[in-house]
């Protein structure tokens, strides 16, 4: 009899995570690993969030928090999602999780049945996938374009759907792609899915402040739209307060109620110095962390400006997030170092080994042909970790 369980074995490894992993193990043997693999800010928790968690610690917050989240906390959601999206919830439409993945494994929990599909316009963010069929659900994959700034077009849409389609599941600013959907092109998706009342929008904005182009859409904002869409984000992109674990969904009040009934059975309520801190953080004007912003606005025109100079890598103009997605299938059959190279897992490998440079294979985000490469690191560690890319692929 099989000790392991067949969920577990069927599932696949956290790409992301595993690259991570790898170089971390690279550094440990005393190689200059240059991380860009990981989805995570450089930067330090804004002292004025820090405070906030220090003056929780003080005045004693050490108890079993509420499953779905502090009042307050919700309250600052509230007021949150008014101020940013002009989207109304109230408490019982919130909850609070361990983390925006968290949520997506709740709402994945909460409305699954066997062979259920779910739309995934690729690229998707790396879990995605995985959480859908760790709850017997389907993933259907719908292939975009470099040329169309890998966004799903209202046809793709409509071909995808079947009697079986339940949701779909996009995010904005993409993960891996640094796409953001238009307030028009929201629209044609949402013009589409009229037609369609029973399929479920889940809207992931984790990286909506990182925004380059001024202006972000949540597909809930649409009357019409508003009662069938999840809207998750949280706090650790923005704030960069990755390892502080804390997301938030506001949705249909049904769901909400069942998403706090599934995380009771598996977690319980989160961690109760950051939810204070997020109290803080959420309460407090975007323009606290817009240096930020600022600051990755300069590392994506350093970036681009850098691969557009090796031949091979073929590039968009990324209008979000802190990652680009070149395509490189330039490189497909070539042989390089005495590598061969098939795929962008291998080209992947290849860097880092040759390069000392971690980078994430589109395989794993639904898209074969292309690498993501996170620019959350520093000027100097970008132009460095370019320059030995260049030297190895020339």
Avoid at 128 to 157: A, C
Avoid at 207 to 221: K, L, P, R
Avoid at 343 to 351: E, Q
Wanted: hydrophobic content about 40%; overall charge negative; proline content about 4%.
């Amino acid at each position: 009899m099989a000790l392991l369980s067949d969920r577990v074995l069927n599932m696949a490894t956290s790409a992301t995570l595993a690259m991570a992993a790898k170089a971390r193990e690279l550094k440990a043997e005393g190689k200059d690993i240059i991380g860009l693999s990981l989805g995570e800010p450089d930067f330090n928790t804004p002292d004025f969030v820090k405070d906030a968690a220090i003056q929780a610690v003080n005045d004693n917050y050490n108890s079993y928090t509420p499953v779905d989240g502090y009042a307050e906390l919700k309250d600052a959601i509230i007021t949150k999602f008014k101020r940013d999206n002009n989207l109304t919830y109230n408490k019982p439409q919130i909850v609070v999780s361990t983390g925006a993945k968290q949520a997506l494994a709740n709402i994945a929990s909460v409305l699954l049945n066997k062979g259920d599909e779910v739309i995934l316009p690729c690229p998707y963010w790396v879990s995605y996938s995985d959480i859908v069929k760790l709850n017997e659900g389907v993933p259907v994959e719908v292939k975009t374009s470099i040329e169309n700034d890998f966004k799903l077009t209202p046809q793709q849409l409509e071909a995808a759907i079947t009697p079986k389609t339940k949701m779909i599941w996009y995010s904005s600013p993409c993960n891996p792609s640094g796409s953001v959907y238009s307030k028009e092109e929201l629209r044609a998706i949402a013009d589409v899915l009229q037609k369609y009342p029973n399929i479920i929008v889940v809207s992931d904005e984790i990286y909506e402040h990182i925004n380059f182009i001024g202006s972000h859409t949540s597909m809930a904002q649409f009357d019409d739209m508003f009662d069938r869409t999840i809207t998750v984000n949280g706090v650790s992109k923005a704030f960069a307060m990755t390892g502080w674990r804390i997301g938030y969904i506001g949705a249909p009040e049904v769901i909400a109620r069942a998403c706090n009934k599934m995380q009771g059975q598996i977690t319980s309520g989160a961690n109760c110095i950051a939810q204070r801190a997020v109290i803080t953080a959420l309460n407090e004007s975007p323009t606290r962390v817009q240096y930020m912003i600022d600051e990755f606005k300069i590392r994506r025109e350093l970036i681009l400006d850098l691969l557009n100079n090796i031949e091979g890598f073929k590039t968009n103009i990324p209008e979000g997030a802190f990652y680009v997605f070149p395509d490189i299938s330039f490189f497909f059959g070539k042989t390089l170092k005495g590598q061969k190279i098939k795929n962008a897992t291998d080209f992947s490998l290849f860097l880092l080994e040759y390069a000392n440079v971690a980078t994430v294979t589109g395989i794993a985000f639904g898209n074969p042909n292309c690498i993501r490469i996170s620019y959350a690191a520093s000027q100097e560690q970008i132009i460095e970790a370019i320059r030995r890319i260049k030297d190895v692929v020339s």
